[in-house]
C-alpha cells in the first residue's frame, strides 16, 4: 500500500526552525519527485516546493525561497523540509505528495495526511 | 506569485452539473498540458482527480472530467451527489521560476 507519513510540526516562536519529514513505503521512493504543499487557516493550498528523484534538482515558491530548504535520502525512503526564519504566515498544515509518474514533476497522485507548524510567540 | 484563477464558490443540486475553471496565462495553463485537478474535503489527504488537463486516475469516476480551451482549464462534474461536496483545487506546470502553481481553490456546495 503506497503511504505517506508526515512528522515534525509543532508550535514554534517566530524566526525559530524545524525540520519535517515524510516517510514513504509501499512505492520505489528513488525513482518520483516529490512535493511539499501547504495550506494556511482558511486558505487555499499552495505549492511549497520539489526535488527531483535523484535530489539534484529543486524549486522553491517565491514565499518561501531562501528559509526553506528541501531534501530527501533515497535510501531510507525519506523525504525532508528544513524549515528557518519561520513566520506567523508559515502556519500551516504541510502535506508531501508523490509525483504521478518518474518522469515528471506534475500529477501528485499520492498524499500524506499532513503535519501541522503554528508559528507562535 | 499570483495563483491561478478560480471562482470561489459553485453549487448545484444532486443530479445537476457544475464546471469550474481555472484561468492562468499562456506561461502557464495556456501553454502546457499539465493542468490538475484536487479534490479536498477538510481534515483530509487532497486527492487526484485529473491530470494532464483531462486524464482520470484510476478509481475516479467518470462523471469527473477536465478541458482546456487557451488560457482557462475546467472541471466537469455531471450527476451531481453530495459526497461531491468539497473544495477543488486546479494545479499547473509554470515557465515562472517556482514551476508549479496552484490555483485559489472553488468550494463546491451540492443543495
Known amino acids: 500500500q503506497v503511504q505517506l507519513v508526515e512528522s515534525g510540526g509543532g508550535v514554534v516562536q517566530p524566526g525559530r526552525s524545524l525540520r519535517l519529514s515524510c516517510a514513504a513505503s509501499?512505492?520505489?521512493?528513488?525513482?518520483?519527485?516529490m512535493h511539499w504543499v501547504r495550506q494556511a487557516p482558511g486558505k487555499g493550498l499552495e505549492w511549497v516546493a520539489v526535488?527531483?528523484?535523484?535530489?539534484?534538482?529543486?524549486y522553491y515558491a517565491d514565499s518561501v525561497k531562501g528559509r526553506f530548504t528541501i531534501s530527501r535520502d533515497n535510501s531510507n525512503n525519506m523525504l525532508y523540509l528544513q524549515v528557518n526564519s519561520l513566520r506567523g504566515e508559515d502556519t500551516a498544515v504541510y502535506y508531501c505528495?508523490?509525483?504521478?509518474?518518474?518522469?515528471?514533476?506534475?500529477?501528485?497522485?499520492?498524499w500524506g495526511q499532513g503535519t501541522t507548524v503554528t508559528v507562535s510567540s | 506569485q499570483s495563483a491561478l484563477t478560480q471562482p470561489a464558490s459553485v453549487s448545484g443540486s444532486p443530479g445537476q452539473s457544475i464546471t469550474i475553471s481555472c484561468t492562468g496565462t499562456?506561461?502557464?495553463?495556456?501553454?502546457?498540458?499539465?493542468v490538475s485537478w484536487y479534490q479536498h474535503h477538510p481534515g483530509k489527504a487532497p486527492k487526484l482527480m485529473i491530470y494532464?488537463?483531462?486524464n482520470r486516475p484510476s478509481g475516479v469516476s467518470n462523471r469527473f472530467s477536465g478541458s482546456k480551451s487557451g488560457n482557462t482549464a475546467s472541471l466537469t462534474i455531471s450527476g451531481l451527489q453530495a459526497e461531491d461536496e468539497a473544495d477543488y483545487y486546479c494545479?499547473?506546470?509554470?515557465?515562472?521560476?517556482?514551476?508549479?502553481?496552484f490555483g485559489g481553490g472553488t468550494k463546491l456546495t451540492v443543495l
Open positions: 499562456s506561461s502557464d495553463v495556456g501553454g502546457y498540458n499539465y
Open positions: 526535488v527531483s528523484s535523484d535530489g539534484s534538482n529543486k
Open positions: 494532464d488537463v483531462s
Open positions: 494545479n499547473s506546470y509554470t515557465t515562472r521560476s517556482t514551476l508549479v502553481i
Open positions: 509501499g512505492f520505489t521512493f528513488s525513482t518520483y519527485a
Open positions: 505528495a508523490k509525483c504521478r509518474t518518474p518522469t515528471t514533476y506534475y500529477g501528485m497522485d499520492v
